[in-house]
């Protein structure tokens, strides 16, 4: 496995392919992405991080089938791994157990 380290967008990115489960493709993430975050995410931003983390082994991509809708042209779809799971959820206990130490922060109920 290479790097584990995410950036900020990688580790939005890997969340957002996980969530969209079967349906992660560029376009899909990039809606999800800023469905959730409230940022217009670029295409072409989103193309780079999935190849950043397909070079890390955090996913891995398949064409789907061509479609009539698409001018025949096939979508790639991506997966987290299981070494994107272990990297999500280390990066989710880094961030939990730094949250925990500043004074004057609480995590239960503060959404």
Request: proline letters at 1%.
């Amino acid at each position: 496995m290479k790097g584990t380290n995410l950036g900020e967008f990688e580790e939005l990115v890997l969340l957002t392919i996980a969530a969209l489960v079967s349906e992660a493709y560029s376009v899909a993430i990039c809606d999800e992405l800023e469905k959730y975050t409230g940022r217009s995410a670029k295409l072409g931003v989103v193309h780079a991080v999935l190849n950043r983390l397909e070079k890390k082994e955090l996913v891995k991509s398949r064409m789907g089938e061509a479609t009539s809708a698409r001018g025949g042209k096939r979508k790639r779809y991506y997966e987290v791994t299981h070494a994107g799971k272990v990297a999500l959820t280390r990066s989710k206990e880094v961030r939990e157990a730094i949250w925990r130490v500043i004074p004057g922060f609480n995590l239960e109920g503060s959404l």
